[in-house]
């Protein structure tokens, strides 16, 4: 059982450290203020993703509610405000 919270925890520890680089590349490329910056909500939006399973996986209710409601909602509305529309 042990080796399986291990394994857990880790995967959490991942998915916590691709969300960071996700949102400061999505961030950064916003802010450049480029032709191609509206891809940065695609990066934010899988920065949301990844930060809201990892608080699946590590049973943080603030960070799902958070993550889940906020984050995505924000996100998803600029992927289809900028790419989609």
């Known amino acids: 059982?042990?080796?399986?919270?291990?394994?857990?925890?880790?995967?959490?520890?991942?998915?916590?450290?691709?969300?960071?680089?996700?949102?400061?590349?999505?961030?950064?490329?916003?802010?450049?203020?480029?032709?191609i910056s509206k891809y940065g909500f695609i990066l934010l939006a899988m920065s949301s993703g990844q930060m809201l399973l990892a608080s699946i996986r590590t049973k943080d209710m603030s960070m799902i509610t958070y993550s889940g409601s906020l984050f995505c909602f924000v996100d998803c509305l600029g992927v289809f405000r900028w790419i989609l529309k």
């Open 1 to 35: 059982m042990q080796n399986s919270f291990r394994a857990e925890d880790r995967l959490a520890k991942t998915l916590k450290l691709s969300s960071t680089a996700c949102a400061v590349a999505g961030g950064v490329l916003l802010a450049a203020n480029l032709d």
